[in-house]
Nanobody, 124 residues
Framework: QVQLVESGGGLVQAGGSLRLSCAAS????????MGWFRQAPGKEREFVAT???????YYADSVKGRFTISRDNSWNMVYLQMNSLKPEDTAVYYC??????????????????WGQGTQVTVSS
């Protein structure tokens, strides 16, 4: 498994930006699929974005054009740049790692390592 630690959450006004970071350690990071998920109170954990080892990316429709996922394999880091934030983006955001696949993986079960989560709150 991979150990993951998120940071960068906080309170921001609607229209603002935040950058989440995820530091990874453990098994070979560079080959893993990495993902960001979020969970709002009373709701199921939902897919936000994923990036493969070749840096190809895929996004949920709700964040496409506003969020950008990236990775730095040299530093074992994954980032989520969030722009034009909306109140409905309020949630706990989780970083996740999973084994390399050919397809983009958008379900939590496809990832075997998770961070502790970081709170993002967007005020209107």
């Amino acid at each position: 498994q991979v150990q993951l630690v998120e940071s960068g959450g906080g309170l921001v006004q609607a229209g603002g930006s935040l950058r989440l970071s995820c530091a990874a350690s453990g098994r070979t990071f560079s080959t893993d699929n990495m993902g960001w998920f979020r969970q709002a109170p009373g709701k199921e954990r939902e897919f936000v974005a994923t990036i493969k080892s070749n840096k190809n990316t895929y996004y949920a429709d709700s964040v496409k054009g506003r969020f950008t996922i990236s990775r730095d394999n040299s530093w074992n880091m994954v980032y989520l740049q969030m722009n034009s934030l909306k109140p409905e983006d309020t949630a706990v955001y989780y970083c996740a790692a999973g084994p390399k696949t050919l397809m983009f993986m958008t379900t939590p079960s496809a990832y075997d390592s998770w961070g502790q989560g970081t709170q993002v709150t967007v005020s209107s």
